[in-house]
Structures are given as C-alpha cells and as structure tokens.
C-alpha cells in the first residue's frame, strides 16, 4: 500500500533496471553503480548465457 503512494519507497523496493551491456560494449559506469566486477559480469555470462565473449 505504501509503495502505491510513495514513489521513492517503491524505487528503495524495486530498485532500479542498469544496462550493463550495450551494443556488446559494456558499460563500466553501470558496473560501479551495480557494484558488479567485469570479472564477475563475464563469470555470470559464461555459466547463465552460455557466453564468453559479450560482443558475440
């Protein structure tokens, strides 16, 4: 019920969606605000997509 009221708690719920690769580049900017490592970008890549390669 609150988050139907309140924008900014239902962003602190939700969260917010960050491109981390575009046009199989990938975004060092987003990564930071993710606190996500390239290495462990490229890690979930090879065992979630099956990818090795984000630009493939």
Known sequence: MI????H???QIITG?????I???EIQLNNLK???VSQTDLIAS????????????
């Open 16 to 20: 917010n969606s960050l491109i981390l």
């Open 33 to 35: 605000k993710a606190h």
């Open 45 to 56: 890549l090879r065992s979630n997509a099956h990818l090795s390669d984000p630009n493939a």
């Open 22 to 24: 575009q046009d199989g």
């Open 3 to 6: 988050s139907d009221r309140s």
């Open 8 to 10: 900014s708690f239902r």
